[in-house]
Structures are given as structure tokens and as C-alpha cells.
């Protein structure tokens, strides 16, 4: 996908979740205070951090399209996965607020404190954002394979987070409806374990973040991928030195091969021009690619 078109859908699809995650959050915050479900307030803070990283999105991506410029020879892809370790983060704290409040409500509990009765709009709620939230998730991960954009996957799990949390809203406040006293302590054990469940999608996506930004190769069956669309030229006879990595939504790749030493400077050029335009077709035009030819030894 060309770079301009990408940028348009990261900004098209995201503004609809910003949209839906602020009308949302109001909501939830509004149905957890009239309908007294300390659950719900978490959910619809957890719903505010989701429109706070699509702010992130949208801010990074905007920096991450900008071409190569004198500062910057690789173009500048990693704002991009800087700001999935951003979102990472984000969730990663707001799932941390969640448990400590829930640990705290069920301490309560334990100490014989009574917690209030939560009111059937705060049920209505939590299954309304499960719907919205689900829904979000498609839209957002199908569009982030589509223009491999490491952000947008990392926020469509963020919208998916936000799905599983308030089934475990629903659940706490569910059996906290219509079970009786006894049961309403289900509403800060559900959130528990669906904090447990965000730190744990925080953890990967800040932790394949950081692998980019260190400079972590690609996986093995993509290498083997890449050097079989190499080694596919027959006049090639070795590929060594093959060096690659991330930059944001492209790949950098970097290799040696070696050819028959008559092979004159302007045949050699064009193998390496032929090499660079199957990785591109395969991996994007934003693909860079680096070629030593060395002759057969």
C-alpha cells in the first residue's frame, strides 16, 4: 500500500475509535456513578485511556510517514514503534489502577464492609461496551494487517482489552445484581482478573516495542522467506552477512552474495536491482534494501 494511503486509513480508522471511546467513556463513567459499580468506573477509566493512546496514534503516525531527510537516513518508522511501547504503558498502568482498587474493594469486603448494590444501568453498560468495544477491535486490527501498522495493531488490543474487561464487569455486576449481598464481592474479583489480563497484553506490546527499538532481527521463518526470495536468481551461488530489522511499518535488509567473478559492474548492478524489486514487491516499496556482491571465491 502506498505510503499516503496508509497514513489516510491509520487517520480514518482511528478517529472512529477516538470518537466511539470518548462517547463511550462518558457514558460508562456516567452509568458506574448513577448505578454505584466501582467495576464500571474502572471500565470507563480503562475506555479513557484507549482514546487517550488513539491521541498518541495519530500523533506518531502523522511523524512516522515523513520521507528520509538529512537527520534521519532510514526515514523515521520507529516513532511508529515508539508509539505502540507508549500505548503499551499506558495500559500497562491503568490495569496496575484497576487491581489495586479491586484488591482494596475485596479487603473491604473481608473486614465486613457491605458494598452497594449496583443498578441495572451499570449492567446495560458493561454489555453495550463489550458489543463496541469487540466491534473496534475488528475493524481496527483488520485495517492494521492490512497496512502492517505495528501502532494499530497494538491499539486494536487495547480496544479488545477494553472488550474483555467489561465482560468481567459484567459478570462482577451481573452476580452482584441478582445474587444477593453475599455475591457483590464478584464485581472486584472479576475486575482482578481482568487486570491481570491487560497487564499481560501491555507486557507483549511494550516488549516487541522495545525489540524493534533495539534493533532485534526479524523472525527466522521471515529471514528464510527473504533468502528464498533471493537464492530464487540462479546466478547467484552464496547469501551471507544477511542482516535485517524493523523500521515501524517497513523492513530493513542488509546481505552479501557472491557471483561469478567475470560478471562485468553493470550486469552485477542489474542482479542487485532485480534482487531490490522482488523484496519490494513482496514487503512494500518502503523496504530498504543494502547489496555487497563479492565475486565467487
Given at each position: 500500500?502506498?505510503?499516503?494511503?496508509?497514513?489516510?486509513?491509520?487517520?480514518?480508522?482511528?478517529?472512529?475509535?477516538?470518537?466511539?471511546?470518548?462517547?463511550?467513556?462518558?457514558?460508562?463513567?456516567?452509568?458506574?456513578?448513577f448505578?454505584?459499580?466501582?467495576?464500571?468506573?474502572?471500565?470507563?477509566?480503562?475506555?479513557?485511556?484507549?482514546?487517550?493512546?488513539?491521541?498518541?496514534v495519530?500523533?506518531?503516525?502523522?511523524?512516522s510517514?515523513?520521507?528520509?531527510?538529512?537527520?534521519?537516513?532510514?526515514?523515521?518508522?520507529?516513532?511508529?514503534?515508539?508509539a505502540?511501547?507508549?500505548?503499551?504503558?499506558?495500559?500497562?498502568?491503568?490495569?496496575?489502577?484497576?487491581?489495586?482498587?479491586?484488591?482494596?474493594?475485596?479487603?473491604?469486603?473481608?473486614?465486613?464492609?457491605?458494598?452497594?448494590?449496583?443498578?441495572?444501568?451499570?449492567?446495560?453498560?458493561?454489555?453495550?461496551?463489550?458489543?463496541?468495544?469487540?466491534?473496534?477491535?475488528?475493524?481496527?486490527?483488520?485495517?492494521?494487517?492490512?497496512?502492517?501498522?505495528?501502532?494499530?495493531?497494538?491499539?486494536?488490543?487495547?480496544?479488545?482489552?477494553?472488550?474483555?474487561?467489561?465482560?468481567?464487569?459484567?459478570?462482577?455486576?451481573?452476580?452482584?445484581?441478582?445474587?444477593?449481598?453475599?455475591?457483590?464481592?464478584?464485581?472486584?474479583?472479576?475486575?482482578?482478573?481482568?487486570?491481570?489480563?491487560?497487564?499481560?497484553?501491555?507486557?507483549?506490546?511494550?516488549?516487541?516495542?522495545?525489540?524493534?527499538?533495539?534493533?532485534?532481527?526479524?523472525?527466522?521463518?521471515?529471514?528464510?522467506?527473504?533468502?528464498?526470495?533471493?537464492?530464487?536468481?540462479?546466478?547467484?551461488?552464496?547469501?551471507?552477512n544477511?542482516?535485517?530489522?524493523?523500521?515501524?511499518?517497513?523492513?530493513?535488509?542488509?546481505?552479501?552474495v557472491?557471483?561469478?567473478?567475470?560478471?562485468?559492474?553493470?550486469?552485477?548492478?542489474?542482479?542487485?536491482?532485480?534482487?531490490?524489486?522482488?523484496?519490494?514487491?513482496?514487503?512494500?516499496?518502503?523496504?530498504?534494501?543494502?547489496?555487497?556482491?563479492?565475486?565467487?571465491?
Open positions: 500500500m502506498k505510503t499516503g494511503n496508509r497514513e489516510k486509513t491509520i487517520y480514518k480508522v482511528t478517529w472512529v475509535g477516538f470518537f466511539a471511546n470518548v462517547v463511550l467513556s462518558i457514558a460508562k463513567l456516567l452509568a458506574g456513578i448505578g454505584r459499580s466501582g467495576a464500571m468506573i474502572a471500565d470507563a477509566v480503562h475506555s479513557i485511556s484507549d482514546f487517550a493512546t488513539d491521541v498518541v495519530l500523533a506518531f503516525v502523522k511523524v510517514a515523513k520521507p528520509k531527510d538529512e537527520g534521519h537516513d532510514y526515514g523515521h518508522g520507529k516513532y511508529e514503534t515508539l505502540t511501547v507508549i500505548i503499551g504503558l499506558a495500559l500497562f498502568a491503568v490495569g496496575v489502577g484497576i487491581l489495586i482498587n479491586s484488591i482494596e474493594l475485596i479487603r473491604q469486603v473481608v473486614d465486613g464492609v457491605v458494598i452497594d448494590r449496583p443498578g441495572l444501568i451499570a449492567l446495560v453498560a458493561a454489555a453495550v461496551s463489550i458489543v463496541v468495544k469487540e466491534a473496534l477491535y475488528w475493524y481496527t486490527i483488520l485495517a492494521a494487517r492490512c497496512v502492517n501498522s505495528s501502532a494499530m495493531e497494538a491499539n486494536a488490543w487495547h480496544h479488545r482489552s477494553d472488550a474483555f474487561s467489561s465482560i468481567g464487569t459484567l459478570i462482577g455486576i451481573g452476580g452482584a445484581y441478582f445474587l444477593g449481598e453475599q455475591w457483590r464481592v464478584l464485581d472486584p474479583i472479576a475486575a482482578v482478573i481482568v487486570s491481570l489480563f491487560i497487564g499481560k497484553v501491555a507486557y507483549n506490546l511494550v516488549k516487541n516495542g522495545l525489540n524493534e527499538l533495539l534493533e532485534r532481527s526479524l523472525p527466522k521463518e521471515l529471514e528464510d522467506e527473504i533468502i528464498g526470495i533471493i537464492m530464487s536468481d540462479s546466478r547467484l551461488s552464496d547469501l551471507h544477511l542482516k535485517t530489522r524493523r523500521l515501524g511499518a517497513h523492513f530493513a535488509i542488509e546481505l552479501h557472491r557471483v561469478d567473478g567475470a560478471m562485468s559492474v553493470n550486469d552485477s548492478h542489474k542482479l542487485t536491482q532485480s534482487i531490490e524489486k522482488r523484496l519490494k514487491e513482496k514487503y512494500g516499496d518502503g523496504t530498504q534494501v543494502i547489496i555487497h556482491i563479492e565475486p565467487v571465491k
